[in-house]
């Protein structure tokens, strides 16, 4: 299952002042399969609904090499959006540095436009483990952003072509994994960098 995550880094900028009035809060995020619009909709839709904040949005598909440099010279975000497991590792380095901030309180918000809280609506089991709560102290320093459905896929000609039949059970997939192996023909296979292959 794939879970994507808002980290929050601890800077010298938490929300910089333009007048006495205004608020800017500083946010980075990946650009992801939605692209940047889907920010840009968000940044609006969060000024609308706060008078008075503005947010400056960095929003990159390399955000590491964009606001790496920032953070170097003291610059930090408010908000990072960006998951555990990238190739740069930021976000491991932010979480191993202790720069990550207790979003705890988050959890008992309310969502705008509605009666429940953001804890109210995540599903058991993906807050209080250690990609949300990376120091083991019971604070939440990173919060579920997505859900994403997961499953397996199968080639049904490879199977017929070989006269196998979609298993039910794990030992009837057990089974299949060593007639696959058998023929040289690797069971599963996980899209990512490069092709990891069982």
């Known amino acids: 299952m794939s879970v994507g995550l808002i980290l929050a880094a ?3 900028s938490k ?5 006495s009035n205004d608020k800017t809060l500083k946010v980075a995020a990946l650009e992801g399969g939605y692209g940047a619009d889907v920010w840009k909709k968000v940044a609006k839709d969060f000024e609308s609904a706060n008078p008075g ?3 400056q949005l960095t929003i990159d598909k390399k955000l590491e090499s964009v606001i790496s440099p920032q953070m170097k010279a003291n610059d930090y975000p408010d908000v990072v959006h960006l998951a555990t497991g990238r190739p740069d590792g930021l ?4 979480i ?5 901030e207790d979003l705890s309180s988050v959890m008992n918000m309310k969502i705008p436009g509605e009666s429940q809280t953001v804890k109210d609506v995540l599903r058991p089991g993906f ?3 250690l990609a949300t709560e990376p120091y083991g102290d019971g604070k939440t320093y990173m919060m579920p952003m997505f859900y994403a459905p997961t499953g397996l896929f199968y080639n049904k000609t490879l199977l017929k072509d070989n006269g196998w039949t979609v298993p039910k059970t794990w030992d009837e997939m057990l089974a299949l994994g060593q007639k696959a192996k058998a023929k040289n023909i690797s069971l599963f296979t996980y899209p990512t960098r490069g092709i990891w292959t069982v």
């Open 127 to 129: 807050d209080g483990t």
């Open 96 to 100: 191993k540095g202790k720069n990550m």
């Open 53 to 55: 904040v503005k947010v």
């Open 91 to 94: 976000t491991e380095t932010m």
């Open 15 to 19: 929300g910089s002042s333009n007048s």
């Open 10 to 12: 601890c800077g010298s």
